[in-house]
């Protein structure tokens, strides 16, 4: 039960003892660039575990084994600087969650264990690139090392990083470090800090809200960094690599400490020994575009400015949204995120690190299933939640300002950037390029020194594209299969799949791999009840191995949640735009069912439901309960036979013509061959 709201700012907690010293700290692996727990009595373990339904206990509360491994690492150095100087394919399980901080998580490809010999250890690498960005540069050095060190393919991810899968242990300080000379970072991807920033990938130059959201995805990202140079340490062996010197907003802000939101004396000002409870997300748009998914993430802002003069007011701010839940654990759940306030530009970064700060302070250590900031939220209520947080921030928020619908903005396709040049929006299939697309992505991105941008859906953009080079470029991506937006089924534009299977440790069956084949079977059903493709009927189809959520299914219309071999929980009731939470429909469906239950609800939809209602709208509208009366006496409709008299013979000059044009097209003979013979009756007909 939450306890009750405060009503006054200026009211203190009594049961949460802040962090102190209990001087336990680890002696032995003390660097000389950053003081160690032992050395300073204030860096010590976490004295109070923050359990705001409970009441103080006399002895320290109980604390995960991870919470002792940051303690005792001596910010994030040891064991793993030892870990990685040894002979073995694999870290020891303390390194295994300190390696997530610098940006890796060690993984076994469970298809590559040969007959009881062991389980296989390679190396996820996951960069970080606020909003999405990527120079020239760094784009081929990833390339690169795909082919040299990783497993031949690049996956974008639903965060606008890139993914490396595939690093064995020997190599991955090559990998790293690679990375860190050419101005990349994979700090702070993983962990339990501040992960990649989200802002709408989109280089609108034109207008100033898409600016500021990138601009401040920077800051954010600079402010909440990890500061005690660690990451050097390990992977550069103390040498620091020249970066871009910080915004001094930035600066100021991380060192402000009037309201108790620093750990004094700590290398770690924010962050302190403990780091945070858990993982720690973030997301900046602008209002109409949730391109990002912002009401998913722990903290979602929204630039509010002037479009015509360019004047920054500040940001509406929103908290406690998270995916992530455990199947069966009732106390474990999805959530949107909540309006807290308003907040002026000046004052945006400080109230970022308030909230950071409350989280830090009294989010659970002791349960990690239970630390996100949306449970904290959650037991608390927004309310409470706001006064803690406004005693970090030394001021109020604002009253919550009016925004317009949201939409969900897949930018596929060619756009104006608004100087004078392109972006081309790429769809990649479940944001993995791989086989020809890679070569002949790599060769476009090259050959034109383009930069690209990844967006939060697993596409890619490629941008400041001369309108010169426009046909030239379309024409090389469509020939390896990169086709425009018009050329794949809407379906596939808006789908997601996390990578699960064979190599993440808690997938539990397919989604990458299989969520291709489930797509074409669900344009089969839709066509097969009468909901074709050309009249736009199409639906949000997220699919993850396990419940964790990293494909964000839980705001899709139809989500797929992996719940043992072949088999999946159906979530639905999300909207199109991702703004209502799906519900599980149906518990263990094994994907060779998918037709008796699916088809029923799409033939429901297109007999009942309403004018453009979307597939989720129609689901929130009629309810589960009659959707499943529905199912239970359905008769699914006679196909048609498809015989001889429906084909047409052509001799095989005109095949192979048909087929070099619908090559150069990036669509199908079949294709092809219909839309001239429509066109040739409607000219006939006039």
């Not at 009211?11 to 003081?35: M, W």
């Not at 303690?71 to 002979?87: G, H, M, T, V, W």
């Not at 020249?242 to 400490?257: F, I, K």
């Not at 040049?421 to 991105?445: F, S």
Request: charge should be positive.
């Amino acid at each position: 039960m939450a306890e009750a709201t405060l009503s006054s700012a200026s009211a203190k907690f009594a049961t949460f003892d802040g962090l102190r010293g209990t001087g336990n700290g680890r002696s032995s692996r003390v660097a000389s660039v950053a003081p160690s727990a032992a050395t300073s009595p204030s860096l010590g373990r976490v004295q109070a575990t923050a359990t705001p339904v409970q009441p103080p206990a006399a002895a320290p509360a109980k604390r995960s084994k991870v919470e002792i491994y940051k303690e005792e690492s001596n910010y994030l150095r040891y064991p793993l600087i030892d870990d990685l100087a040894n002979e073995l394919p694999n870290v020891s399980a303390a390194s295994e969650q300190l390696i997530k901080f610098h940006g890796s998580y060690m993984q076994d490809d469970r298809e590559a264990r040969q007959g009881g010999g062991g389980r296989a250890y390679q190396f996820m690498m996951r960069t970080r690139q606020p909003g999405g960005k990527v120079d020239n540069r760094l784009y081929l050095v990833m390339d690169d090392l795909a082919d040299q060190f990783g497993s031949g393919t690049l996956r974008l991810t639903t965060r606008q990083t890139f993914q490396l899968h595939g690093v064995l242990k020997a190599n991955l300080k090559e990998v790293f470090s690679t990375v860190i000379r050419n101005m990349g970072s994979t700090l702070g991807a993983c962990g339990d800090l501040n992960r990649n920033v989200l802002a709408p990938e989109v280089p609108f130059v034109d207008r100033p809200g898409y600016r500021y959201a990138q601009e401040y995805a920077d800051k954010i990202a600079a402010l909440l960094a990890p500061q005690s140079g660690a990451y050097y340490d390990v992977w550069l062996d103390g040498e620091k690599v020249l970066s871009a010197e910080e915004p001094a907003d930035v600066v100021a802000a991380r060192a402000d400490n009037r309201f108790g939101t620093n750990i004094e004396g700590s290398a770690e000002p924010i962050y302190g020994t403990q780091y945070l409870p858990r993982k720690f997300k973030v997301a900046i748009t602008v209002p109409g575009d949730n391109s990002v998914d912002l009401l998913t993430n722990d903290l979602g802002l929204v630039v509010l400015c002037d479009e015509s003069t360019g004047q920054l007011h500040g940001f509406n701010v929103l908290v406690g949204g998270g995916m992530g839940r455990s199947h069966r654990n009732e106390q474990t759940e999805p959530r949107l995120a909540e309006p807290l306030g308003f907040v002026a530009a000046e004052d945006v970064l400080y109230a970022v690190k308030a909230i950071v700060a409350a989280q830090r302070d009294y989010g659970r250590r002791d349960d990690r299933k239970q630390a996100r900031l949306k449970y904290l939220i959650r037991d608390w209520g927004i309310d409470r939640f706001r006064t803690v947080v406004e005693q970090y921030l030394g001021k109020p928020f604002q009253p919550f300002r009016p925004l317009p619908e949201w939409q969900s903005k897949p930018y596929v396709g060619w756009g104006e950037q608004g100087d004078g040049r392109l972006y081309y929006g790429l769809h990649i299939e479940n944001g993995r390029i791989k086989g020809e697309a890679k070569k002949a992505l790599r060769a476009v991105i090259e050959k034109y020194n383009l930069p690209v941008r990844i967006s939060a859906n697993q596409n890619l953009l490629l941008c400041d594209v001369r309108k010169a080079w426009r046909p030239r470029i379309t024409q090389e991506l469509a020939a390896v299969g990169i086709l425009g937006k018009q050329y794949v089924d809407p379906l596939n534009l808006t789908a997601m799949a996390c990578p699960a299977l064979p190599l993440c440790g808690l997938a539990i069956t397919e989604a990458e791999r299989g969520l291709p084949a489930v797509l074409k079977r669900i344009r089969a059903m839709l066509d097969k009840v009468g909901l074709r493709q050309q009249q736009a009927h199409s639906l949000v189809v997220r699919m993850t191995g396990c419940p964790n959520g990293c494909a964000r299914p839980y705001v899709a219309e139809l989500g797929f949640v992996g719940d043992g071999a072949n088999t999946y929980q159906l979530w639905l009731g999300g909207t199109p735009n991702q703004t209502k939470l799906a519900r599980v429909f149906l518990e263990k469906v094994k994907v060779g069912e998918l037709e008796a239950v699916l088809e029923p609800l799409f033939a429901m939809w297109k007999a009942h439901g309403a004018k453009a209602e979307s597939f989720g709208d129609f689901t929130n509208r009629v309810g589960f309960e009659a959707m499943k009366e529905f199912m239970a006496g359905y008769t699914a409709p006679v196909a048609r036979q498809r015989g001889m008299a429906r084909r047409i013979t052509v001799d095989d000059e005109l095949s192979n013509k048909l087929q070099e044009v619908a090559r150069q097209r990036g669509t199908t003979v079949a294709k092809l061959t219909r839309e001239a013979l429509l066109q040739y009756l409607a000219e006939q007909k006039e």
